[in-house]
């Protein structure tokens, strides 16, 4: 993770919000790097095109989602309250946190990795060409994937639903 020394405007993300809490949503703008770190955010995080998000210790109300994010990290006993949502980007770091709703990568071109994580609904890792693994993580809906190129790897994971597709063996 960066070290980035300005710090951001609570909503408006673009450096580091550190300690505090954000009453409502934070966006981070097209081509900006924003740092979340044991911050507490009181709503959405909307990640804009190319842009950068790491997210260590904090905890989100609402949901993470980005179209065309360039890197999306959420590590270190991160709380999600809704979904974590990254569609048509770049690589995706979900590791030691726990996302209450769906997780959804579709058409990410990075590299993806989900370890060690609890997620309350759905995983879904669908059309990504950059190589997905997936392990030990606890999974209380279904986890799907479809089109993946290579086919995800991983495995370990803890399953409620349904484990379908390319998914089959993790």
Do not use: K
Not at 18 to 38: F, I, Q, Y
Not at 139 to 167: F, K, M
């Amino acid at each position: 993770m960066p070290r980035i020394s300005a710090d951001a405007v609570p909503g408006h993300c673009n450096g580091r919000i550190g300690g505090r809490s954000v009453d409502g949503d934070v966006t981070v703008p097209n081509g900006a790097t924003c740092e979340l770190l044991g911050t507490r955010v009181e709503g959405n995080v909307s990640i804009g095109h190319a842009a950068r998000l790491f997210v260590s210790r904090a905890d989100i109300d609402g949901d993470i989602e980005g179209e065309g994010a360039l890197q999306v990290e959420v590590t270190d006993g991160t709380s999600v309250g809704g979904n974590l949502q990254l569609e048509s980007g770049g690589a995706a770091l979900l590791a030691d946190s726990h996302i209450d709703g769906d997780v959804s990568w579709q058409e990410q071109h990075g590299s993806l990795l989900a370890q060690s994580n609890t997620v309350g609904g759905n995983f879904e890792l669908e059309d990504n060409t950059g190589g997905v693994t997936a392990a030990h993580n606890v999974i209380r809906g279904d986890l799907s994937c479809q089109d993946n190129n290579p086919s995800p790897t991983g495995g370990d994971n803890r399953v409620a639903g349904n484990d379908d597709d390319q998914c089959r063996a993790l």
